[in-house]
């Protein structure tokens, strides 16, 4: 066989096995594949057909490359852009770590055609708004002292920690939540990251509390969205 029916055969495979989605993200209620969960597996069947997959890092790009161990000179590559992590009381050594392991993950999803079917997984940069679970009842801390009514003269990064406090939200996740969201983003925590993520919230909410689901009915937001 050449490689591209060795990595075929290991898709193949792969699909078969029905493999299990190990971790949960508590706040966005999806599951999701861990390296743990495929990685082991892949490497048997890698093995079995004779190819030998290798990961590689630049300041700039991810590598997934697959060898023939029969055939040296033939093999398969797969990129990513790098990106960045800012996870919370970390070292930067730590925050690389993440990244790569993160990219590793979808080098390897992508490259043995591991389907991830959960709808929020299957739109990474659309985050779930819904996701953090509520601690409390909502909090009427808007100005109008009604609704929430996001302020557009104050930082974003503010006001989307205040539209959690009004939801209920844990505000204590919100470091994680942010940082998971830039790194699926492949972005930054920049002001404009800040704003897509506040606007996309306030989105969500409007909708969920127009059709009247629990924990969103009865809430009011501004008319329109932030930023636009």
Known sequence: MNIFEKIQAVRVQLAADNLK?????????????????????IMTLCSEQKIFP??????????????????????V?????????????????????????YLRRYLYIAMFEIVESDKIEA??????????????APSDISPSGRAFRC???KPAREELVRLWQFM?????NIENYLATRALNMNTSQTPAFFQKVLQEQIEFCITESR???PGYAGLLFDDGYPFQ
């Open 77 to 101: 590559e797969i990129t990513t852009p790098m990106s960045t992590a800012q996870l919370k009381a970390c070292h930067p050594v730590q925050n690389l770590g993440a990244v790569q392991t």
């Open 211 to 213: 059709k009247g689901t």
């Open 168 to 172: 209920g939200w844990d505000t204590a």
């Open 151 to 153: 302020d557009i003269n």
């Open 21 to 41: 989605k190990g971790k949960k993200n508590e706040y966005a209620g999806y599951t999701y594949y861990e390296l743990g969960d495929f990685l082991p597996r």
């Open 54 to 75: 290798v990961t590689s890092f630049t300041a700039e790009m991810a590598t997934l490359t697959i060898y023939d161990c029969e055939k040296p000179d033939a093999k």
């Open 123 to 136: 739109t990474m940069s659309k985050d779930p708004v819904e996701v953090p679970a509520a601690t409390s």
